[in-house]
């Protein structure tokens, strides 16, 4: 018995061990990753093409070209800051691709390797590019910080360690109590999931931030975005049930990330700062030392 738990407890270090140690960008958190770049794409691709293959992407050219626009921005801006302050490899392997799709729901996704859809039932709650830059920004971030890559690695690793607690247990103390220990432990893994997971959402809540500041449009419209999602929702879920933050908790966030975020939108990578959609110069800005510029006035 004793040998047994003391290889449990070495599988478990293993496990802990295993995968690629890496910081993410804008927070510092480390994380590791066990999938590599080149498995996520692969995954991350077949699924975007089997989506985009049945869905209707949408007629209305000028709210199409609005997405593309905002995308557009957004990616120039992420992409100076990643370059800029050492983080050139996490997007390597990005092609970016912006869609408007006919679809009621109130949704957009950024899959790994920067492929973005919008349902246009999204529309109607964002109201402007600032508002959409806000929600573009927080699904980019989960594409940056590889939110993707992280679950699938805790995944694989809750799989590995239940499978091997079940096997273990059968051997030692009889073939019932293994499987029930495999299900139980599932059951507390997954619980936890629900905090982890919202970790990451908060994450991208404050990243996406950051970005949509970087890309000159003003942070503060996050605030009356997420009020009005609120306000139209009902919301008053419990947050320990959900893999996302409660409204009341993810606005009280982003009030205190305000003040960090203006600093990036005062002094934009743009060569805009974008206000309920309309457009000003800007000229040269410095986003974590380095300084970057574009022609101003200029849109795209």
């Known amino acids: 018995m004793k040998i047994k738990y003391l290889f449990m407890s070495a599988v478990v270090a293993l496990m802990t061990a295993c995968g690629t140690a890496s910081k993410v960008p804008l927070t510092g958190r480390t994380h590791r990753i066990s999938i590599s770049d080149a498995q996520l794409l692969s995954l991350s691709n077949q699924e975007y093409a089997k989506f985009m293959a049945s869905?209707?992407?949408s007629t209305d050219a000028k709210n199409t070209a609005m997405v593309q626009r905002v995308g557009r921005n957004l990616a120039h801006a992420v992409e100076t800051y990643l370059r800029n302050n050492g983080y050139a490899s996490e997007i390597n392997n990005f092609k970016w691709e912006?869609?408007?799709?006919?679809?009621?729901?109130?949704?957009a996704f950024c899959m790994p390797g920067g492929k973005i859809v919008v349902y246009e039932g999204l529309l109607p709650y964002t109201q402007n590019e600032a508002s959409l830059a806000i929600v573009l920004g927080h699904e980019i971030a989960h594409a940056v910080a590889k939110h993707s890559a992280e679950q699938l690695t805790k995944q694989m690793n809750q799989q590995m360690g239940t499978n091997i607690l079940g096997t273990v247990l059968n051997s030692t103390v009889g073939s019932g109590v293994g499987d029930i220990a495999s299900q139980v432990a599932g059951g507390y893994f997954s619980f936890?999931?629900?905090?982890?997971?919202?970790d990451n959402e908060s994450e991208a809540?404050?990243?996406?931030?950051?970005?949509?500041?970087m890309a000159g449009y003003d942070?503060?419209?996050a605030v009356t975005f997420w009020q009005r999602m609120a306000s139209?929702?009902?919301s008053n879920r419990a947050e320990v049930l959900s893999d996302h933050p409660s409204d009341a908790r993810r606005i009280e966030n982003i009030k205190r990330w305000l003040p960090e975020a203006e600093k990036y939108y005062h002094g934009s990578v743009g060569s805009r700062?974008?206000?309920?959609?309309?457009?000003?110069?800007?000229?040269?800005?410095?986003i974590g030392g380095s300084a970057s510029s574009r022609r101003s006035g200029k849109r795209r």
């Open 55 to 57: 869905a209707k992407r």
């Open 98 to 107: 912006f869609n408007l799709v006919q679809d009621k729901q109130a949704n």
């Open 192 to 198: 936890r999931n629900l905090k982890y997971s919202r």
């Open 205 to 213: 809540d404050y990243m996406g931030l950051i970005f949509a500041a």
């Open 219 to 221: 942070p503060a419209n």
């Open 232 to 234: 139209s929702t009902g």
């Open 273 to 286: 700062v974008v206000t309920s959609g309309t457009t000003r110069a800007a000229g040269t800005i410095h």
